[in-house]
């Protein structure tokens, strides 16, 4: 009973060169059906790992894109500080000119009205 099952168990594995056409039959059957299996595994796998790396690609276009929309964001909110700030500078800056145009002018007046009553005497002829 041992040896029966012995040998069934391990008749698998052995090749049919002598055995009936069917066995034959069987055999190749068994054999082009085992590498079909194996074949389409394997291209189960190259296919799952090629979806792998197209979801892996399509995240890292994704984080890439985000991170380019955040630094031209920042860029144009740099480009506005940067553009209010010039803006600030020239209305103070000519804000400066003018206060210092009017100073100019009324410090002319000032010494004209100073020269009309107490003009300069350079000659020393006025005593």
């Not at 034959?24 to 389409?40: G, M």
């Not at 991170?67 to 553009?83: C, F, G, H, K």
């Not at 145009?101 to 006025?126: D, F, H, K, M």
Request: hydrophobic share 30%.
């Amino acid at each position: 009973m041992q040896q029966k099952e012995y040998c069934r168990y391990h008749q698998g594995w052995q090749r049919p060169f002598y055995g009936s056409r069917a066995d034959k039959e069987e055999y190749r059957q068994e054999v082009r059906a085992l590498l079909k299996r194996q074949i389409r595994e394997k291209w189960e796998g190259q296919r799952q790992a090629l979806a792998s790396r197209m979801r892996e690609v399509e995240a890292v276009r994704e984080a890439d894109r985000l991170v380019l929309n955040q630094d031209l964001e920042q860029n144009r909110i740099r480009a506005r500080a940067l553009t209010v700030f010039r803006d600030e500078n020239k209305r103070l800056m000519e804000q400066s000119w003018k206060e210092r145009s009017v100073s100019r002018s009324l410090e002319a007046l000032r010494e004209r009205e100073l020269l009309q009553y107490n003009p300069i005497n350079w000659s020393g002829t006025l005593k």
